[in-house]
């Protein structure tokens, strides 16, 4: 190292200042590398922070011990301004979404920047050697002129990053604009001025160390309140708090201090006495107010509103969400965007919905993103939803495997703990019920879930489970008018059985009189047979009779051994497989028990060709009867079975079927307090499964009773 040389006063300054400037830029390096989440913009802003860092660090060891190479400094100078004019060009090219005119004007600028930054790193031996003797005197003006290009590009770009801002998020981004533009514009004005005088002025060189100095904690606080530029800053609260304490304390103490050297050298005889009470007074005052609530909860709301950016900028996220679960952004079912809108919140790609149903059980509603068969269909949550239902929690599985203590020891199904891409539980709560839960897979990049996760999930989860009520009770409000359009039609079949008896009534009226009237014995039975045809069109109509919900303890053995026999008229013929040896009650309404297994059996067969297999099974499984109709038929495609299977007056049948047998067989299972689960696949066939409450207590043998 060359030896040190006397420093001038203006040196002096040109060492403090770059030598600031390179540790405030550092310091920002460090803050925003351990906050960056690997977006381009971020990274950009990364490389032009640490740029600007190497570039300070150049200058102020130049300044100390003028032994740095004139081209090393250029070049610094080049990419400094390269790095700060291409992450300008990104943020204007995120305002302009990369396409159209203004993209490929950006692009080309971008491809300038470059060139220009190659023409002025690159020593003028090599990108000049073509050129005839005595042009080089010329080269330093040529460096000047485009050293002032690239002040005056930048100064550009700023300004239309403020311009295409709009009004409302400018304060997001003023403190950069300033900052850069700060830098640009005392640039412009140094090689100006250079450029009209043919010499750099070295004061204005010494002094742009500290200006530059000054633009790192705007662009600090751009950064912290821009998280879209892909970064986390997290900087305790008490030690902002107790900074900013004693930071003003400092202030204070050195405003009393000036204003005591003033009563000690103006305030004549009595300076002494009167800057001794003013001392005493200064501190009391002092004392008084760093010991005072009220200040210290003004400057913690001071801190926590100026200082701190939070992970989600909840207007927008708000905003965002609505425009989801009101189908403006993902032209989806309901169901998909409430799963949709909560993986968006912390980055995950799928999930799957669980909500209750009329009966009280809550069953497998939808899945976003993942298989269908991740979890069964029948997977029992009961010890979840009565966890759920108390605790308002968003549960972490991840925390969970590691810790079930954490969750009050919760057990959920082992194919939950199993699969590792479950992740986060979320409670669909409406009016403090709880609606269903989301189980979303986990995220595609590791993320912390702390409290302000936990809470964004759970205020965007009540506002999905409105919109799912409301979607409910619109479904119902549906429901209910078809049911009153039936009944209107039900008017209408009452009516016309009406004729129908009053003609059979005049027909017997008139038999004791007529009977031995050949035309009258014709007419008579020409009437009987036309009254017995529409009611025969009517019955086949209005199908599932309406019983009473009263039930009785019944073997539900007995009922589908007797389903399998009468449906075995009809091919491919049910079969019973295995046959429990054992009792199996229930308690239901015996025929409408029946109707309901043969419609399903019935449903099986017409699915099935007439060399395909229809198998009935009746087991039990944890406290229930499970009656399962397995079939080798056509199947359903899960759309179908979602949204169509059990929806009200909705057949395949045409002007055959009312669209009212599985409906009803749901209904009726979930009266019982049981639940119905189909799978089916197209072309492989369906499997039915109805479980059953079990009897706890046996009936009297006398209330045993078989269909018939």
């Known amino acids: 190292m060359p030896a040190a040389h006397a420093l001038t006063s203006t040196g002096l300054v040109g060492v403090f200042g770059y030598g600031l ?24 802003l990364v490389f032009a922070v640490l740029a600007s860092m190497l570039w300070a660090g150049v200058l102020a060891v130049q300044a100390a011990w003028q032994s740095i190479p004139v081209q090393w400094i ?24 990369g396409r159209g005119p203004r993209g490929r004007r950006l692009g080309q600028a971008r491809l300038a920047a470059l060139l220009l930054t190659l023409i002025l790193v690159l020593p003028p031996t090599q990108l000049w050697w073509a050129l005839p003797p005595g042009v080089e005197s010329q080269l330093a003006s040529l460096r000047l002129i485009l050293r002032l290009l690239t002040a005056i590009g930048g100064l550009v770009l700023v300004e239309q990053v403020f311009r295409n801002t709009p009004w409302q998020h400018r304060w997001g981004v003023k403190f950069l604009c300033l900052g850069v533009g700060g830098l640009f514009a005392f640039d412009f004005f140094l090689f100006a001025d250079a450029l009209l005088f043919q010499r750099l002025d070295m004061d204005l060189w010494a002094a742009r160390g500290a200006v530059s100095a000054l633009a790192a904690p705007l662009i600090g606080v751009s950064a912290a309140r821009n998280p879209q530029w892909s970064f986390d800053l997290f900087v305790s609260r008490k030690v902002v708090f107790h900074s900013t304490a004693l930071f003003a304390a400092g202030v204070y103490l050195l405003v009393m201090s000036l204003v005591g050297y003033y009563i000690r050298y103006y305030g004549g005889e009595w300076s002494s006495v009167i800057q001794t009470v003013f001392f005493f007074g200064a501190g009391m005052v002092l004392v008084v107010l760093l010991f005072s609530g009220h200040l210290r909860s003004r400057l913690k709301v001071l801190v926590n509103k100026h200082f701190f950016n939070y992970r989600y900028d909840y207007r927008e996220e708000w905003l965002h969400l609505i425009d989801v679960l009101s189908g403006r952004v993902l032209q989806a079912c309901l169901p998909e965007r409430v799963i949709f809108a909560l993986g968006e919140l912390v980055d995950s790609p799928g999930g799957i919905l669980w909500l209750r149903n009329e009966g009280g059980h809550y069953e497998h509603a939808r899945v976003w993103n993942l298989a269908e068969d991740t979890l069964d269909k029948a997977t029992d949550f009961t010890k979840l939803t009565d966890f759920l239902t108390h605790r308002h929690w968003v549960i972490n599985l991840t925390d969970l495997r590691r810790d079930p203590d954490a969750y009050d020891a919760l057990e959920l199904p082992p194919a939950v703990y199993a699969d590792d891409r479950l992740w986060l539980i979320v409670p669909l709560r409406h009016d403090d019920e709880l609606m269903g839960f989301v189980i ?35 479904r119902a409000l549906a429901d209910a008018r078809q049911f009153e359009g ?5 008017a209408f079949v009452v009516h016309d059985l009406k004729n129908l008896i009053a003609q059979l009534s005049l027909v017997a009226k008139n038999a004791e009189r007529h009977r031995h009237n050949p035309a009258f014995v014709d007419d008579a039975i020409a009437t009987i047979k036309n009254s017995v045809d529409k009611m025969n069109r009517l019955l086949g109509q209005l199908r599932g009779p309406i019983a009473s919900a009263a039930g009785v303890g019944v073997d539900l053995r007995a009922i589908v051994a007797e389903v399998v026999r009468t449906r075995a008229a009809q091919e491919p013929a049910p079969v019973l497989e295995p046959a429990l040896t054992t009792p199996l009650r229930v308690r239901a309404d015996p025929d409408r028990l029946a109707a309901v297994i043969s419609h399903i059996v019935q449903n099986a067969q017409e699915a099935t060709p007439r060399d395909g297999r229809v198998v009935v099974h009746l087991g039990r499984s944890a406290g229930q009867a499970v009656i399962e109709v397995r079939d080798t038929g056509v199947g359903m495609d899960a759309d179908f079975v979602r949204e169509r299977l059990f929806k009200p007056f909705d057949s395949t049948k045409g002007l055959t079927g009312m669209g009212v047998g599985a409906y009803e067989t749901r209904e009726f299972v979930a009266s019982m307090g ?24 046996p009936a009297p043998a006398g209330l045993t009773m078989a269909a018939g």
């Open 674 to 697: 049981g639940r119905v689960v189909v799978d089916s696949v197209p072309g492989h066939g369906t499997v039915f499964r109805l479980f059953v409450p079990i009897e706890v207590s």
């Open 486 to 490: 039936f009944n209107r039609l039900s």
């Open 440 to 474: 979303l897979a986990r995220s595609r990049a590791a993320q912390v879930v702390n409290w302000e996760v936990m809470d964004m999930l759970k205020t965007a989860a009540r506002q999905a489970s409105s919109y799912l009520a409301l979607d409910r009770a619109a």
């Open 21 to 44: 400037c390179a540790a405030l830029f550092a310091l920002l390096g460090v803050v925003l590398l351990t906050g960056w989440r690997g977006r381009l913009q971020g990274g950009l």
């Open 74 to 97: 250029w070049g610094s100078e080049a990419v400094r301004n390269l790095a700060w004019i291409l992450f300008l060009i990104r943020l204007l090219e995120l305002q302009a979404g």
